[in-house]
């Protein structure tokens, strides 16, 4: 899970998310992510692993459901 860090670091840097806190099951919403956090998230995840995301991606909801989609293109990215 190499994303699971960039979150929490994010998380932590912007909204005072403890990363202990940041765990696969806690809903993003719960954490105070709203839209346009979401969208700041997903520019963060695209800077630093230069991987474009598709605009028509459905948002997730949980951590979980974030680090899943952010390590399924990392892991996409290096074929």
């Known amino acids: 899970m190499e994303s699971i860090g960039l979150i929490r ?3 932590k840097d912007r909204l ?3 990363p202990e806190n940041v765990v696969p099951d806690a ?3 719960a954490l105070g992510v709203d839209s346009l ?3 700041e998230l997903m520019f963060e995840f695209e800077d630093r692993y230069s991987v474009k995301l598709s605009r028509d991606l459905k ?3 949980t951590v979980g459901e974030m ?4 390590d399924g293109l990392i ?5």
């Open 16 to 18: 005072g998310v403890e």
């Open 9 to 11: 670091d994010f998380l």
């Open 59 to 61: 948002s997730p909801r």
């Open 27 to 29: 809903a993003l919403a």
């Open 67 to 70: 680090v899943s989609l952010m």
């Open 37 to 39: 956090m979401m969208l």
């Open 75 to 79: 892991s996409q990215s290096k074929r």
